[in-house]
Each structure stands twice: as C-alpha cells, then as structure tokens.
C-alpha cells in the first residue's frame, strides 16, 4: 500500500511540475526594446569658413570636415564663405546650408584682430 501512495504522489509531482514549465513555455516572448533616446543619432550643426570646394564631387570643406551638399545648394556656395551647415542624422551629407551674415562674420574678425593687437604690446613690454 505504501508503494501505490508513493507512486501516486511521485506521479502527482510529475504531472505538477510538466505543468509548471510547460506554461512558462507558452508564454510569448517581451518585444525588444526600443532603442534608447540617447542612442538616436542626432543632427550636427557646424559653423564655419569653406576651405575648399569639390564641384565634381559636390562636397565642401569646413573646419577639416568634408561634407556632401546638393547640387543646387553648391552653385551658391563659395571659398572662404562663412557657413552653417546642418548634416543629417549620423551622416556627412548637409541637410540644409546656410550663410552666415557678413555683418557678423565681420565683426568677429574685428574682435579676434583686437584681441592679436593687445596682445602684441603686452609681449614686447615683457621684453
């Protein structure tokens, strides 16, 4: 009689257990995450002077960073021009270029050839 109760409850826990893990089985699997917000690339800005021009291969140089612009935005464009180029998302191809006004480019010229010439009489006082 033991042994049938034994066999009956080791059968019991079995069939408990089976149960147990098969659900667990069933259930669906979590949908992956949506990236994060800070791994989203985001669109670069960058202000500068064009160093170089490439029509044949409608790209643009500022500040050391070669950009891809279109077609149409190059015609506009020249050497030594004051910029501000907006690339898209995680690329090097300018979404949308700008000019910088010349009154403002200007007046920051202004500033930093003041600043070279206070500068300039402070070094030969240390003399």
Known sequence: MKKVISFI???ALVCFATMVF???AAKPAAPAAAPAKAEMAKAEVIKGKITKIDTA???????GKTITVKA???ANLKKGEM???TL?????NADKVEMVKAKKAAKKMMKKEEKKAEE?????KAE
Do not use: S, W
Not at 88 to 92: F, V
Not at 120 to 124: N, W
């Open 83 to 85: 910029v501000k180029v």
């Open 88 to 92: 898209a998302a995680g690329t090097m």
């Open 120 to 124: 300039k009489p402070m070094e030969k």
């Open 22 to 24: 098969g659900a667990d």
């Open 57 to 63: 291969a409608n790209t643009i140089v500022v500040k």
């Open 9 to 11: 409850a080791v059968l």
């Open 72 to 74: 149409e935005d190059m």
